[in-house]
């Protein structure tokens, strides 16, 4: 166990509609970072929070947007679903900057699927 | 940015075999090069990681090594065994920077 709690673990949904996605890091840490792994493909990032404010981004489409809360959770919003939507969606958390302070630290994902 | 390749994107090796995976990255400043290894269905998680000031890191049957001048690193496993496969994901980041993963190696061990 990673620390780091997301939900829902499995979406299904249509197109067309918007789901969120939450997030919950582990205690302590301040990053968060959303990462989208479509079948058989890379970590493809789309954005970090440190915070509470946005940090990076990466190549995360208008149609999404993203928020860290004052608690330090966060939630990933999905709207205008298209079927190419369909992946698992990977939040992350580290104690600082990935990198400066170590390990990031994975939640199970939250595997969406577009019908 | 940051940008890492990663090769090869498969990697079918037997059982007790060794296995190399290679990484090269852009960015002259980067100096903390993790390796994640993520099962079927799982999160990736971390194995090993090496920072700059460093040639080589080994734990127990994995080690990388870092090539700064040539701006590669390798991650290599030793002895395999089943357990060993899975996609294996490198990345670098400079300091306060986020981390840039490549896009993945699928290591088979067959048995």
């Known amino acids: 166990d990673s620390g780091v709690t997301q939900t829902p673990k499995h979406l299904i949904t249509a197109t067309g509609q918007r789901v969120t996605l939450r997030c919950s890091p582990r205690?302590?840490?301040?990053?968060v970072y959303w990462y989208q792994q479509s079948l058989d493909q890379g970590l493809q990032f789309l954005i970090q929070?440190?915070?509470?404010?946005?940090?990076a981004k990466g190549n995360i489409l208008e149609r999404f947007s993203a928020q860290q809360f004052p608690d330090l959770h966060s939630e990933l919003n999905l709207s205008s679903l298209e079927l190419g939507d369909s992946a698992l969606y990977f939040c992350?958390?580290?104690?600082?900057?990935?990198?400066?302070?170590?390990?990031?630290?994975f939640g199970e994902g939250s595997r969406l699927t577009v019908l | 940015g940051e940008n890492v390749e990663q090769h090869p994107s498969t990697l079918s090796v037997q059982e007790g075999d060794s296995a190399v995976i290679k990484c090269t990255y852009s960015?002259?400043?980067?100096?903390?090069f993790p390796w994640y290894k993520q099962e079927l269905g799982k999160r990736p998680q971390l194995i090993i990681d090496i920072r700059s000031n460093v040639g080589e890191k080994k734990d127990q049957r994995i080690a990388v090594t870092l090539n700064k001048t040539a701006k590669h690193f390798s991650l290599h496993i030793t002895e395999t065994q089943p357990e060993d496969s899975a996609v294996y994901f490198c990345?670098?980041?400079?300091?306060?920077?986020?981390?840039?993963f490549g896009g993945g190696t699928r290591l088979m061990v067959k048995p």
């Open positions: 929070y440190y915070n509470g404010e946005e940090r």
């Open positions: 990345a670098a980041s400079r300091a306060g920077n986020m981390l840039t």
């Open positions: 960015d002259s400043a980067s100096n903390y």
């Open positions: 992350a958390s580290s104690v600082g900057v990935a990198g400066v302070t170590g390990e990031l630290f």
């Open positions: 205690s302590g840490d301040l990053s």
